[in-house]
């Protein structure tokens, strides 16, 4: 199959068309928002909140009959999630309720069972959740938020690690990686497993022993045949684009990030999805048939919980821990499930794009090659979300650290604005060339170390408006130092031009904050710096906004 595209004048897709005539239409507002999708599925709609927002907020979706409507806080948090149908009463109405600690972290939800409670330790990781029927589960972590020890109602799980921060043992498993520190056997006494990578890193297969002794560490000499699981193909992006799971072989025809289409092995559509505004946001989805319309519904994380009909009925419905392991899920169910990815049952691995992750791990089967000093949990390499899976989504499965995109764009707008700014006030007799490299290579270290100390905060503090002000207030305050010590080498420090830089920092990051909120851009985590992919210019422009709104700021108050 193939997937044609048809542009608008501001180069957004406005259509796109599969070689088996499955058709998406889009259709923007006037803030570049996506307000209607229409297909053979049907349409759907979104509305924002425009009243005293910077940039438009979601406000409601609505697929067929299903509408999901958004309620946020003063600092742009989801406080309500609710679902109604045209044919429910409003004792129907799914209502998901969150509320949060002082760092921001969801601190509890109410939903249909009652009142499930998080918390948390002081790099914010997930250390307990009590359950509405009063089950609790709890977390512990070494240094480098490698999970240590795992206790709940099942019992006791102890974790231990390499110096690689390899998972060696979890309870009464054992594990074996290769060169890469790639997961390629595990084996409980009972049961072992083989993973198969090419030589990208990709996973490729998965095969299982059901008796007989598996060496440790792996090895085929003297071990029964392996039984294949599953295998996978991938395209030239890294997509996953064919699946054989026990001979039944599944292809799949990916709309940039997403699945649009899947088909059997002669190529007959089997299967059609919309999607959101959103990653990983399924709205809809069948079996190429009206009868068989489902339309998903999702928590705030996008994990889908359950699927309605044209009808309103309730096909589907699915329970997960707070890392996305099956607490009930049907096994025929053809939705996604953690953070709306793909769950295999025949493997219990979700794939998350460029890397499987093990929900009854929390963590990935293989490493991140890229890992930031600045968030300690990702130096292991295998960590999901930071262990926070109630706040940060990961739907690249790459950590792409923030602080190099910010590092950057810092250094472009210092060098400008320095450079502008020795031409524009140093008298034409005074101009030297060594003087404008000066301010010109100055600025741009003053830039990248302010961008760069901005974006760290955006890690601890998140997205939003109250992410974007402390990340502006420290770049602010950071450029203020730099600037005074390197480039006008005073004496002393002016705190009052600190104090001016940083509110001037402040307000310019809450105002981008919002923007990219609006946006839909996803708040500081990998799924943020994935999206420099997806939505090219305009994603970049709303991080470089941040540092245009400070450099004005900065230049009309000197």
Known sequence: STLAYAYDSDGRVRRLETSAGTYIVYGYGRHGELERIGSPLGSIELSYNT???????????????????????ALGRLTELSYTHSRWSRAEAVTLRYAYDQAGNVASLQDAQGVTTYSYDVLDQLVGVRYPDGGQVSYAYDAVGNRTRMAGPSGVVEYTYDAANQLLQAGNTRFSYDANGHLISAWDGQRGRAYLWDYQGRLRGVSE??????????????????IP??????????????????????????????VVEASDAAGTVTARAIHGAGWDELRATDRNDAASRLFPLADAMGTVTGAVDG?????????????GAPLDRPADSPLPGFQGRPYDPATGLYDFRARAYDPTLGRFLSPDPETDPYAPQTLNGYAFGFNNPLRYRDPTGRVIPLIVVAAIAGAAFGASYYSSRYLFSTPRDCWTLAGFGKHLLIGAAIGAIAGAAGASVSFLVGGGALGGAAAGAVAGFTQSIFRQSLLEQRQGIDWTDVAVSTVVGGVAGCMAGSLAAGMGIPPGTSSEAADIGRYGVSFVASKLFTGYLGLVGYAMTH
């Open 229 to 258: 699981l599953a295998t996978y193909e991938y395209d030239l992006f890294g997509h996953r684009v064919a699946q054989d799971a026990g001979g039944q072989v599944t292809g799949y025809l990916v709309d940039r990030e997403h």
């Open 311 to 323: 009808q309103g009925q309730l096909r589907y419905a699915a329970r997960y821990d707070p890392w």
């Open 51 to 73: 009243e005293g927002q910077i940039a438009p907020q979601l406000a409601q979706v609505r697929a067929g009959q299903l509408a999901t409507a958004y309620s946020y806080d």
């Open 209 to 226: 022993w059901k008796s007989g002794a598996l060496p440790y560490p792996l090895s085929l000499v003297g071990a029964e045949r392996p």
